[in-house]
């Protein structure tokens, strides 16, 4: 049995989530267990975690700190495999400018920045915020989870904040959007993506089976 | 830029079947929700919009099982619209599995809806649908009017100014309707999309009167919007999802294929 938990904070919708996992797996039959939980046993005894999150980071870090997340989380990265997705993955920075300013978790280093308003496309127009809709991802750096996942590929994405790191060689995908964003980066057994692979069809689905069967090590 | 145009097809449903009518009214049959919603994902659709059209009537539990059914099988976005009223309304569709949430009338009788839903849950899931109908043709002064109700009701508020103060209480998007072209295959109003494109920020949707490829093309080249939205050129087997996004592409626009 490989169990995921998707760690429930309240912040949005699971269902998708926990959906897609199973789904991604699904020829392993009855052998992957996805549940949304916020329990500290529960999560001790998944075999993998997801740290999702949607909605603002003031509201998110509020709820992660009330439930004790937090050391759930810390604990989690220390002994398993951990996918982060979107607001997920903004929380385990140091900083971030949302919401005039919110401490974050500070697993990896570095801050998560607003767009800028001023950014252009290669249209010369100003570009909308959030950014919506299906992106490309450049591979940068290999990595167990871009296994079967061609380089370039569209995620979907929908966020208006971005991560910038310090160490270039925890990213492991960026994309165009304005600037050079970091859609995608990883540190030890974490991997961390502000796409959604579980809105992201085939290669999300695909991205998702990687991680089901990452061991937590960077190595291909 | 590689941010794709995306293309989003529409279900309008009556009662947990998939309906299309012409100008609001006239409604045709168009088969079951969730079977076409998977279809339309397979055929490379971006996203998936469900309008629950007698939402405001009818027992809301049909919807609530539709929207669940299709999200454990569909995994693009999902907008789900129609009779969203409160907070509450919004928490039970995000918990059956929509992504974003579009929210019409209501938004017009208690704007801050809007800006509580977008605090509470994020302006990336509030999506604001306006029905804007041309109300003045003056040469250059043209200028639109916000109705609701499924277009029944006029509302004197001016579609520009309304649009922007949407986006101000939170709207992260905005699905856009012409009430003069719905359903009539005319093409899309292109200077009203084009106006609200450039009124803000935020990625616009067009959507009302799409009945060849080239409207499609037209709504992201002169219209200037983010994403396109049509149901009847698709549910009735006209052009797949595919056919419209080899057409965008040889158009120059960026399309996911």
Same mark, same amino acid.
């Given at each position: ?6 760690i429930d ?14 789904y ?6 009855g052998?992957?267990k996805?549940?949304a939980?916020? $329990? =500290?046993?529960?999560?001790? #005894?998944?075999? +993998?975690? @997801? ?7 003031r ?14 989380i ?25 919401n005039?300013?919110?401490?974050c978790l ?5 801050q998560?920045?607003?767009? $800028? =308003?001023n950014?252009m496309? #290669?249209?010369? +127009?100003? @570009? ?6 299906w992106n490309?991802?450049?591979?940068v750096?290999?990595h167990p ?5 061609p380089?370039n590929?569209?995620?979907?994405f929908?966020?208006?904040?971005y ?41 999300g689905?695909?991205l ?5 069967e990452?061991?937590?090590?960077r190595?291909? | ?11 309008d ?10 100008k609001?009214?006239?409604?045709r049959?168009a088969g079951d ?8 994902c ?10 629950d059209?007698?939402a ?7 919807t609530?099982e539709?929207v669940?059914?299709i999200a454990g099988?569909v995994?693009?976005?999902?907008t ?7 907070l ?30 977008s ?11 306006v029905d804007a ?8 002064n043209?200028?639109?009017?916000i109705?609701?109700h499924?277009g029944?009701?006029?509302?004197g ?10 986006v101000?209480?939170?709207a992260g ?8 072209r719905?359903?009539t ?32 093309a ?12 049509a149901?009847s ?5 006209e ?6 996004k ?12």
């Amino acid at each position: 049995m490989n169990k995921v938990a998707v760690i429930d904070y309240g912040m949005g919708n699971l269902h998708s989530v926990t959906k897609a996992i199973e789904y991604s797996g699904r020829e392993k039959k009855g052998k992957i267990k996805a549940f949304a939980t916020c $329990d =500290k046993k529960l999560i001790e #005894s998944a075999d +993998r975690v @997801i740290f999702p999150g949607v909605g603002a980071i003031r509201d998110c870090m509020a709820e992660i700190k009330r439930l004790n997340i937090d050391k759930i989380i810390e604990d989690a990265i220390k002994l398993k495999p951990v996918l982060a997705i979107c607001v997920g993955m903004q929380a385990l920075m140091e900083f971030s400018e949302e919401n005039d300013g919110v401490e974050c978790l500070g697993f990896v280093k570095g801050q998560v920045k607003h767009f $800028d =308003k001023n950014f252009m496309d #290669s249209n010369g +127009r100003r @570009i909308k915020i959030p950014h919506m809709g299906w992106n490309k991802v450049k591979q940068v750096n290999s990595h167990p989870l871009w296994k079967e996942v061609p380089d370039n590929s569209r995620f979907y994405f929908v966020h208006s904040y971005y991560v910038q790191a310090e160490n270039e060689m925890k990213i492991t995908g960026i994309t165009d959007y304005g600037a050079r964003i970091i859609s995608c980066l990883t540190d030890d057994n974490v991997f961390a993506t502000q796409f959604h692979p579980e809105k992201s069809q085939e290669v999300g689905l695909t991205l998702l089976r990687n991680f089901l069967e990452w061991d937590g090590e960077r190595r291909c | 830029m590689t941010l794709a145009k995306r293309i989003i097809p529409c279900l309008d449903c009556d009662r947990g079947r998939v309906v299309k009518g012409v100008k609001f009214v006239d409604i045709r049959d168009a088969g079951d929700p969730i079977e076409i919603a998977k279809n339309y994902c397979e055929a490379g659709a971006d996203e998936i919009t469900f309008l629950d059209i007698t939402a405001s009537y009818e027992d809301r539990n049909t919807t609530i099982e539709t929207v669940q059914g299709i999200a454990g099988q569909v995994f693009i976005p999902l907008t789900v619209g129609g009779g969203i009223r409160a907070l509450e309304d919004i928490r039970i569709m995000l918990n059956a599995g929509a992504d974003k949430i579009a929210i019409n009338t209501a938004a017009v009788e208690n704007p801050d809806l809007v800006r509580r839903a977008s605090e509470r849950f994020g302006s990336q899931c509030i999506v604001v649908a306006v029905d804007a109908k041309q109300v003045a043709s003056d040469g250059k002064n043209l200028k639109w009017e916000i109705f609701t109700h499924g277009g029944r009701n006029p509302t004197g508020l001016d579609a520009i100014e309304w649009v922007k103060h949407m986006v101000e209480c939170g709207a992260g998007e905005i699905l856009l309707t012409s009430m003069d072209r719905d359903g009539t295959k005319q093409g899309f109003d292109l200077m009203l999309k084009k106006k609200v494109s450039q009124a803000v920020q935020v990625p616009i949707i067009a959507s009302g009167g799409v009945g060849t490829l080239e409207h499609l093309a037209e709504g992201v080249l002169e219209g200037e919007a983010d994403a396109v939205l049509a149901a009847s050129i698709f549910h009735f087997g006209e052009y797949s999802i595919e056919e419209a996004k080899i057409y965008m592409a040889s158009r120059g626009i960026e399309v996911r294929l």
